[in-house]
T-cell receptor, first 114, second 111 residues
Framework: ETGVTQSPTHLIKTRGQQVTLRCSSQSGHNTVSWYQQALGQGPQFIFQYYREEENGRGNFPPRFSGLQFPNYSSELNVNALELDDSALYLC?????????????FGSGTRLTVV | QKEVEQDPGPLSVPEGAIVSLNCTYSNSAFQYFMWYRQYSRKGPELLMYTYSSGNKEDGRFTAQVDKSSKYISLFIRDSQPSDSATYLCAIRGANDYKLSFGAGTTVTVRA
């Protein structure tokens, strides 16, 4: 059984550019959540996808968008990058939306915006 | 006011000491309480979870929840250098779809 894999591991982008981050969920998990973790802070919820639809969203602007595919993998897209978007982006998969502690996190993508 | 408050430390203890970590939360609707451990350059991994007030033990780890005070704790007994990591508390409501995390406490256990 594989865990959650994220790609790329590191990324440097210029302010104003667009970025796509990818996540493969753990086998058997149909729900994917994305979190942003700024340096020295706890992860902040961005949104969750269940059965290819956005199931809930945190306090992030519309330039943060996502997709979930039929195989439950997911993408996080960020448009018009800002310096404050520099952070570790974490993907977490779970067996369902009701699992409070079934989340498995990937190692994250570290995004640096210059 | 943040939903979950956690002292970021850092905390440095000698090997064998008891590590005590705490979080407070503001929303009484929170019902699920978790502690995650995050090593450098890694994602968080679930360490302990509970949904009721009281204590829950797992080896050297004890999670404690006091819902009346909105206060949760994690104790690590006989701490080891391999316990050096950032510890994050996470809380969720019954009908919620997101985890609300504390800022994390960085712990160093000195050999």
């Amino acid at each position: 059984e594989t865990g959650v894999t994220q790609s790329p591991t590191h990324l440097i982008k210029t302010r104003g550019q667009q970025v796509t981050l990818r996540c493969s969920s753990q086998s058997g998990h149909n729900t994917v959540s994305w979190y942003q973790q700024a340096l020295g802070q706890g992860p902040q919820f961005i949104f969750q996808y269940y059965r290819e639809e956005e199931n809930g969203r945190g306090n992030f602007p519309p330039r943060f968008s996502g997709l979930q595919f039929p195989n439950y993998s997911s993408e996080l897209n960020v448009n018009a990058l800002e310096l404050d978007d520099s952070a570790l982006y974490l993907c977490a998969s779970s067996p369902g939306t009701g699992e409070a502690w079934g989340y498995t996190f990937g190692s994250g993508t570290r995004l640096t915006v210059v | 006011q943040k939903e979950v408050e956690q002292d970021p430390g850092p905390l440095s203890v000698p090997e064998g000491a008891i590590v005590s970590l705490n979080c407070t939360y503001s929303n009484s609707a929170f019902q699920y309480f978790m502690w995650y451990r995050q090593y450098s350059r890694k994602g968080p991994e679930l360490l302990m979870y509970t949904y009721s007030s009281g204590n829950k033990e797992d080896g050297r780890f004890t999670a404690q929840v006091d819902k009346s005070s909105k206060y949760i704790s994690l104790f690590i007994r006989d701490s080891q250098p391999s316990d050096s990591a950032t510890y994050l508390c996470a809380i969720r409501g019954a009908n919620d779809y997101k985890l609300s995390f504390g800022a994390g406490t960085t712990v160093t256990v000195r050999a």
